[in-house]
């Protein structure tokens, strides 16, 4: 018996007696150093790894931009005198102009645009108004001025010049600048139209990006003087109602007050009873009807200039 237990002692003393406790396999001083090394070694590396990758997520201030800033330009300039304007972004300036020969009265001059040696034709006309160089923020380059015929007959024009000094597009519509309406995206015409006698007026148009006309809104009319037509019959046309167009008959004798046009298909007014109404017409030449109807068939009082 008393073998048993010194053997059993000696076994406690050899393998423990308190059970597996894995905290205790690493109580050896020299086996906790190594494993503290190690946590160190990995924890260096996540660190460096971790360096690394925001090194790479960082932009690189050392490269320069090459990239060329464009500026919107809107600049007033005269017929017959030169400017200098880099075109093509090449650091030498171009010597561009707007040439208006002198002419004997009556006679026409050939208005042209000069980039140095080059020179381009643009249209025949017997005096000029204003002009304008423009550059957008997407680089494009245009001329823009207006010309004058007799009778108060105007034309504007918007020429553009690409980056190898060359006039690629002429653009033209009918009337001339108003003073000071114009920059780079915008532009108001004041032009007379004949349609249900003579009107003046003006119409804000949108320079688009690539440098093209494009009209906002209706020709709005300035009847300073309170003219107006008088429908001879009764008349069947479209009165505005809240947002709609309602057909209605109109008596004769109404006063019609013209307001604006779209200068293509509608005509507007405001009748003496504050109705707004349109009327719809067609044009052949100088001819304008209302369903088939030459309009001085159906309205007194149309006037036409010249």
């Not at 260096?44 to 500026?71: G, H, Y």
């Amino acid at each position: 018996m008393k073998r048993i237990v010194f053997i059993g002692m000696i076994l406690c003393m050899m393998f423990g007696c308190s059970g597996c406790n894995t905290n205790k396999v690493n109580e050896n001083p020299k086996n906790n150093e190594v494993e503290q090394e190690n946590n160190n070694i990995e924890k260096q590396a996540e660190q460096d790894n971790t360096e690394v990758k925001i090194d790479e997520a960082l932009p690189s201030f050392e490269a320069e931009s090459t990239q060329t800033v464009i500026n919107d330009v809107c600049e007033k300039i005269e017929f017959n005198k030169t400017i200098d304007f880099d075109v093509n972004l090449d650091g030498e300036k171009e010597v561009i102009s707007i040439d208006a020969p002198e002419v004997t009265d009556g006679d026409y001059r050939t208005i042209s645009i000069s980039i140095n040696d080059t020179t381009t034709e643009i249209v025949e006309a017997e005096s000029y108004g204003d002009a304008y160089l423009l550059q957008n923020e997407q680089g494009n380059i245009g001329l823009l001025f207006d010309v004058w015929w007799s009778n108060d007959v105007s034309k504007t024009y918007l020429c553009k010049i690409d980056r190898d000094r060359k006039i690629i597009g002429i653009e033209e519509i009918e009337g001339n600048m108003a003073e000071n309406s114009v920059t780079t995206s915008t532009l108001t015409i004041e032009n007379y139209i004949n349609l249900f006698g003579s009107w003046y007026g003006t119409c804000e148009y949108e320079i688009t990006s690539d440098l093209q006309l494009s009209i906002k809104e209706n020709f709005k009319i300035k009847n300073e003087d309170e003219r107006y037509i008088t429908s001879i019959k009764e008349l069947v046309l479209e009165v505005k109602e809240g947002e709609t167009w309602t057909a209605k008959p109109l008596k004769e004798n109404k006063k019609f007050y013209p307001i604006a046009t779209d200068n293509v298909e509608y005509m507007y007014f405001i009748t003496e009873e504050e109705e707004e109404v349109r009327i719809k017409f067609t044009r052949v030449d100088y001819q304008v009807y209302v369903n088939d109807v030459a309009i001085e068939e159906l309205f007194a009082g149309i006037e036409i200039a010249g």
